[in-house]
C-alpha cells in the first residue's frame, strides 16, 4: 500500500508563505497525476492544483498568480508553494496521487494564517 506524507503546514501571518510537501513512500509506482486539495473548517474539500506527469498545471481561480504546483517524478513527489497566503487560506491541505487505476490520499497538513 503506497502512502503519501505531507508537510510544511503550520501558522503564518497574512502576506506569509509556505511550502508544502508530499511524497510517496514508493518510488516504485507512477503517478498520472498529483494535487493538492484544501478543506477549510465547516466546508467541502476543494482542489487547489494538479499537476500532470508532463508537467501540465492546473491551478483554481484564487491559487492563481500566489501558488504553484511542481513534482519530483524520480522521488515520487510534489510540492505546493504558497506566498501571499491569505486567512481564508487556512484548512487542511491534502495530497493526492493517481494511477489509471488507485487514488491515494495523504492525511493532510494544517496551514493557518493569521490577520
Known amino acids: 500500500q503506497v502512502q503519501l506524507e505531507e508537510s510544511g503546514g503550520g501558522l503564518v501571518e497574512a502576506g506569509g508563505s509556505l511550502r508544502l510537501s508530499c511524497i510517496a513512500s514508493?518510488?516504485?509506482?507512477?503517478?498520472?497525476?498529483m494535487g493538492w486539495y484544501r478543506q477549510a473548517p465547516g466546508n467541502r474539500r476543494e482542489p487547489v492544483g494538479t499537476i500532470f506527469k508532463d508537467g501540465r498545471t492546473f491551478l483554481q481561480d484564487f491559487a492563481k498568480g500566489r501558488f504553484t504546483v511542481s513534482r519530483d517524478n524520480a522521488r515520487n513527489a510534489a510540492y505546493l508553494q504558497m506566498n501571499n497566503l491569505k486567512p481564508e487560506d487556512t484548512g487542511v491541505y491534502s495530497c493526492n496521487a493517481q494511477t489509471d487505476i488507485y487514488s491515494y490520499w495523504g492525511q493532510g497538513t494544517q496551514v493557518t494564517v493569521s490577520t
Open positions: 514508493s518510488s516504485d509506482i507512477s503517478f498520472d497525476v
